[in-house]
């Protein structure tokens, strides 16, 4: 499935799946627990100047490597591919854990986990509103970098499709990079071990499928080995990321993303409940 020559084939795809998690949002806040935790979690993070620093990192240096190291301006290929998403999950390696590192491990220093977990609020409804509150605050961070969009799009003539898939990526990989870090933040009460335990997690998912590494590991590694250097290649974040910021829209590539997303949130329920009991 390929989005590209701005093929209308797969825009109904693309479209059913945007609807899809607009859908799954909705029915989630929804549920007045949910919704009050995401509101708490979501102002809080525009109370503290830490958010702003992020944001103002993260725009700084997609914006900046696209420009300085991603040739931007220098080439006559009027994509946002190789000059823009492909920093993405270098980015988001670092700073995604520097958003979601306090969505435990602060209540867990605070004493307030217990607290919040003798209100009338299941577990899961906390976890579900906390996440939802660092997945919008990523979702507005990429949304200031619309303005390079409407630039690619004055100097020339580009597809579409890998634009927006592009996009779908790399909001695709920030929730796996948050749910990874809300996992490792319901297991400690430092924000510092979160963030680096978390970085090293989220750095280890990004070199496994990194091709230089790939092709390095298969020329190294017996010919029977391959297929199980090919099986650790499909558990990376960057192996589903990157045929989608060329326009190939694959629904496993959707899938496995939300799956992260899942079994990150259930590994912080399960951490969640053995601390309660």
Known sequence: MKLVDNSLSQWPALLAMLVLFAGILVYALRDRHIRSIFKREFLAYFNSPVLYVIVVIFLLTTMGFAFLFGAFLDGDNASLTGSFFFWHPWIYTVLAPAVGMRLWSEEHRLGTVELLMTMPVSPW????????AAA?????????????????????????????????????YALGCLAVTSAISA????????????VATCLLALLIGYPQIVDFAVRSVPAWMESGVRAIEYLSFYTHFSDMTKGIFVFKDVLYFVSVAVVGLLITDLALRSKRA
Do not use: H, M, N
Request: charged share 5%.
């Open 187 to 198: 297991l400690t009460r430092s924000q510092v071990v979160c963030f680096i335990v978390s």
């Open 125 to 132: 409804q906390a976890i579900v509103g906390k996440f939802l």
């Open 136 to 172: 919008a605050v990523w979702f507005i961070g990429l949304t200031l970098t619309v303005s390079i969009v409407f630039t690619v799009y004055y100097l020339g003539e580009p597809d579409t499709g890998p634009v927006i898939t592009g996009y779908v990526a790399s909001y695709l």
